[in-house]
């Protein structure tokens, strides 16, 4: 079992940064594929950015593709995920997941475990 929390979260004005950090625990999830989701109220879970656990390629979705930067560090067994020019569109509750498979995945339901979420406020 993989164990993961969320941290880094808060309250940003238009424009801003915040970095997110994901620790897992449980095992090392170094050959799992790793990605950021995240839910505004009233909508479903969309899919942010994921980082491959085979070759370290990511892939992020159109809406913060340029802002947004997704990373890892194996040792620490930790995933990050780095928002400039934050907008208020970008107000969410944002979950890290981890998949069982080294592989990038988009969709929610391909991923085995799932932080408990920290939640992003971007004022205007």
């Known amino acids: 079992q993989v164990q993961l929390v969320e941290s880094g979260g808060g309250l940003v004005q238009t424009g801003g940064s915040l970095r997110l950090s994901c620790a897992a625990s449980?095992?090392?999830?170094?050959?799992?594929?790793l990605g950021w989701f995240r839910q505004a109220p009233g909508k479903g879970r969309e899919f942010v950015a994921a980082i491959s656990g085979r070759d370290s390629s990511t892939y992020y979705s159109d809406s913060v593709k340029g802002r947004f930067t997704i990373s890892k560090d194996n040792v620490q067994n930790r995933v990050y995920l780095q928002m400039n020019s934050l907008k208020p569109e970008d107000t969410a509750v944002y979950y890290c997941?981890?998949?069982?498979?080294?592989?990038?995945?988009?969709?929610?339901?391909?991923?085995?475990?799932w932080g408990q979420g920290t939640q992003v406020t971007v004022s205007s």
């Open positions: 997941a981890a998949r069982s498979a080294p592989w990038i995945a988009t969709m929610d339901r391909q991923y085995d475990y």
């Open positions: 449980g095992r090392t999830v170094i050959s799992y594929a």
